[in-house]
């Protein structure tokens, strides 16, 4: 089993800080971090990126729509656009809309894949970036004030603009680095 995420590794070690709340201190710094960008209806983290993949998510969720045609006829050009972006990146968007289907409309799934997926993957990377913290910090003296201002810190500098693709990159990078 791995070290980073042994029972041994949740408990309190030397130092006082626990893995929970090492993961809870960044994920709560991230989940801050969006929720600020949401407050005044401007996403300063959203782009172009993230309006297109949810086109082309609700496309591929359409009756025309196909796993592995990539065409987005509604974009206007000279030719059909044919996007760039893995499907992959789409799954856990459609598997959530599919699940929840019976329940809603496909408009609303797909709107509410879209909110529950990203704080999601947030959760996996902040888990994967704190079993990297606790490998990195483990023999580190720091009080617990130090050790929360280094976390929050080390959160808010990691933010930035970022697509999908590039979130889902980072979190696969973070699982292999917590290994």
């Given at each position: 089993?791995?070290?980073?995420?042994?029972?041994?590794?949740?408990?309190?070690?030397?130092g006082?800080?626990?893995?929970?709340s090492?993961?809870?201190?960044?994920?709560?710094t991230?989940?801050?971090i969006?929720?600020?960008?949401?407050?005044?209806g401007?996403?300063f983290?959203?782009?172009?990126?993230d309006?297109?993949?949810?086109?082309?998510?609700?496309?591929?969720?359409?009756?025309?729509?196909?796993?592995?045609?990539?065409?987005?006829?509604?974009?206007?050009?000279?030719?059909?656009?044919?996007?760039?972006?893995?499907r992959?990146i789409?799954?856990?968007?459609?598997a959530?809309?599919?699940?929840?289907?019976?329940?809603?409309s496909?408009?609303q799934t797909?709107?509410?894949?879209?909110?529950?997926?990203?704080?999601?993957?947030?959760?996996?990377?902040?888990?994967?970036?704190?079993a990297?913290?606790?490998?990195?910090?483990?023999?580190?003296?720091?009080?617990?004030?130090?050790?929360?201002l280094?976390?929050?810190?080390?959160?808010v500098?990691m933010?930035?603009?970022?697509?999908?693709s590039?979130?889902?990159?980072?979190?696969?990078?973070?699982?292999?680095?917590?290994?």
């Amino acid at each position: 089993m791995d070290v980073a995420l042994s029972r041994a590794d949740l408990t309190v070690v030397r130092g006082g800080k626990s893995f929970l709340s090492t993961f809870l201190t960044i994920y709560i710094t991230g989940l801050a971090i969006v929720l600020f960008d949401l407050a005044d209806g401007v996403l300063f983290f959203g782009d172009i990126d993230d309006q297109v993949r949810e086109l082309q998510i609700r496309y591929l969720m359409s009756s025309d729509g196909r796993w592995f045609d990539l065409t987005l006829p509604f974009i206007s050009m000279p030719e059909a656009y044919v996007s760039p972006w893995s499907r992959l990146i789409d799954l856990p968007y459609v598997a959530i809309a599919t699940l929840f289907r019976p329940f809603m409309s496909v408009d609303q799934t797909i709107s509410f894949s879209f909110l529950v997926w990203p704080p999601l993957m947030l959760a996996i990377f902040c888990l994967l970036g704190a079993a990297t913290v606790r490998r990195l910090m483990v023999g580190m003296p720091m009080s617990r004030l130090s050790s929360l201002l280094t976390l929050t810190l080390m959160t808010v500098l990691m933010r930035g603009p970022c697509s999908n693709s590039h979130r889902a990159a980072s979190t696969i990078t973070m699982a292999s680095w917590s290994r």
